[in-house]
């Protein structure tokens, strides 16, 4: 399995607050993903990074922000979190060097905003 | 229009028969990957098989096989002699490359039930 964790597992918080999921990785891989997933859409990219301070949107990047100041870390931020962001999170990293560039995920982060 | 289309929403199989689980794609790009990953209701995204573009052969990986059709752009996933454990999500999802990233578009997903 991919040495990926992400916390925190769960959390809840409230309209109007700022919160930050922390991705980290220990394989060293390239490429790094935020995405969401909600019930009827599939996983949907956020903001993605293809290395230490190389960022970029995804489908779905309004309200979210990010930021990668090591390799092995990738911070998703709600500036000011809304209940339509309330959803299960995944982090996901990926190397081209691999070949097929294959995207593994981290375990997801369950955020609720009342 | 939707790049990725899974027109399954649940699938039911005995177990130890095959399924078939469907997946059509729409890219002008010669050059992508398409991915199966199985989310079992624990939460976590497990990746499965993977097909390129320009693979002569269909993947395989133990049980799982991708029934690639590139002129129909069709990339079915077949699960044989089915278990109890493969009750799960199953998603499909490409990738189209570009520069500065690898991004996946996923289905919907199919929600496969094994029955005993």
């Known amino acids: 399995d991919a040495g990926i964790t992400q916390s925190p597992r769960h959390k809840v918080t409230e309209t109007g607050t700022p919160v930050t999921l922390r991705c980290h990785q220990t394989e060293n891989h390239r490429y790094m993903y935020w995405y969401r997933q909600d019930p009827g859409h599939g996983l949907r990219l956020i903001h993605y990074?293809?290395?230490?301070?190389?960022?970029d949107k995804g489908e779905v990047s309004d309200g979210y922000s990010v930021s990668r100041s090591k390799t092995e870390d990738f911070l998703l931020t709600l500036e000011s979190a809304t209940s339509s962001q309330t959803s299960v999170y995944f982090c996901?990293?990926?190397?081209?060097?691999?070949?097929?560039?294959?995207?593994?995920f981290g375990p997801g982060t369950r955020l609720t905003v009342l | 229009a939707q790049k990725i289309t899974q027109t399954q929403p649940g699938m039911f199989v005995q177990e130890k028969e095959a399924v078939t689980l469907d997946c059509t794609y729409d890219?002008?790009?010669?050059?992508?990957?398409l991915f199966w990953y199985k989310q079992p209701s624990s939460g976590e995204m497990i990746f499965l098989i993977y097909q390129g573009s320009y693979d002569q052969q269909n993947a395989t990986e133990g049980r799982y096989s991708l029934n690639f059709q590139k002129a129909r752009k069709s990339a079915n996933l077949v699960i044989s002699a089915s278990q109890l454990g493969d009750s799960a999500m199953y998603f499909c999802a490409m990738r189209e490359p570009e520069v500065g990233g690898s991004r996946l578009t996923f289905g919907e997903g199919t929600q496969l039930t094994v029955n005993p």
């Open positions: 996901a990293i990926s190397d081209p060097v691999t070949g097929t560039d294959t995207q593994y």
């Open positions: 990074s293809y290395g230490v301070k190389d960022t």
């Open positions: 890219t002008s790009d010669p050059s992508y990957g």
